[in-house]
């Protein structure tokens, strides 16, 4: 291997940035049925967890700030998935919280992640050895 440091093929961050970019283009046919986006769907996957929690808590589960997440929150809102509001006990804290509809969007969407482990070219073992280096570099 050649050792220069600013080689795009000796960097750790180039495959990681593009086997995401793949991976997140693999659900797009499988979340267009759905309206939503990569983003939009991972956060419904917190929602669907918790039911509700503020959006500082929010964003620390998907690493997103309040910059992106607050148009993306506009939307789901939009669509009848969740709901906005002042917290009671902190009015600079927002909470967000799921409604009925964002509910029933969770069955349609249960298939998704068996569909998706079969559009990567990794086996369960591998899957489970990825998911522990990359919460590894995540800090978790």
């Not at 986006?37 to 917190?46: E, I, K």
Request: proline residues 4%.
């Amino acid at each position: 291997m050649d050792i220069n440091p600013l080689k795009l093929e000796n960097q750790l961050c180039f495959p990681l940035y593009a086997a995401a970019k793949e991976v997140v283009k693999k659900y797009k046919p499988l979340l267009d049925g759905t309206g939503l986006t990569y983003t939009q769907y991972v956060t419904m996957m917190v929602l669907w967890e918790e039911k509700a929690l503020n959006v500082t808590a929010l964003g620390k589960r998907l690493f997103l700030d309040s910059g992106t997440l607050t148009p993306l929150l506009k939307k789901l809102e939009a669509a009848g998935l969740v709901t906005r509001r002042r917290d009671g006990a902190d009015e600079r804290s927002v909470i967000i919280g799921i409604t009925d509809k964002g509910l029933k969007l969770k069955e349609e969407t249960v298939d998704i992640p068996a569909k998706m482990a079969g559009c990567l070219n990794i086996d369960a073992e591998e899957a489970k050895a990825l998911y522990g280096l990359l919460h590894k570099i995540l800090g978790r």
